[in-house]
């Protein structure tokens, strides 16, 4: 999976618009980029780095906190570090044996900037801190989307790539390709077009309908996509809802897909409270964690119904409001 965010990935690629790999991973770090903010924290100690503790729990489903003591690790094999000792958020595997609960009971840490390697048993010589109670993460459900989008995006290039062609003109000598090749070329350059002289110009030629791609569905292509991307912010708690119709909606329809924001932000929020309290009684810190104020305000305008209500009218009569002030600008523009 490290290997998936290479920072030189878009380096080996020369056409990144049909480049499927490259697309996936354009898309998944995009959106991990994104998804880094959902939660803020606050009080963390100089060592540890929150960038990396979510980058970790959204990537591998978890994340080992750890005291690390530098002048120890020094003292024990030899190594400087120029790394000061303090609480640390490392990428590590899991292992050992399972306790009543089939949870791992070892987190297995080898650091080299630090010089630290070592076993650790789970809460008692560090902190395994969960992105979910299933130690998923958010990588698998980002990548059944990067994939499906990616596979869109590049139907939807060779889908408007298509739609440039009118028609296939085909001959049976080189003299009338060539003839046809200097025609064509004269019209791309702007040149001005002579009296074709030669009848057997015309004649040798053959100009089939290519009728490959339509507009309609590259519409379609372009709905798919956004009914993929909507999802995927959905599922991240984002209210980025996607409707199907053609006409407009009305405010249950826009309210129909509310519920569905709540339930992964949530049990992720769970988990890393769950996580930063065990940090705090542990190391003797003072860390909290709370959602963004984008997530934030999502959440409460679901849990509050009354206020996204006040929000939708307050939207429609803007909307209407529009709608009025443009019937009366084209009835102006009639006088």
Known sequence: MISEFDKNWYKNSDDLVSDRPALIKSNLMYMFAKSNRIFEYKKAPETFSVQDFEQNLQLYGFCTCVDVDTSATYAQTGKESKAKSGVYALYSTLGGMSNANLRPTVSIVSNAYLHFSK???????????????????????????AELIADAEITLRFALINQRIEGIVTTEKDTGKASADKFFDDIIQGKTIGAVVNKEFMNGLQVSPFHSTNSDSIKSIIESIQYLKSHWYMELGIDANYNMKREAINESETEMNDDTLIPLISQMFFQRKVGIDKLNKMYNLNMSVELSPLWKRIQDDVLNPDRQSEFNEVKNSLADLGKTDGKESTENATK
Not at 131 to 140: C, E, K, M
């Open 119 to 145: 076993s650790l048993l789970v809460d008692d010589e560090c902190v395994v801190v969960l992105n979910d109670n299933l130690y998923t993460g958010l990588y698998p459900l980002s990548r059944k989307y």
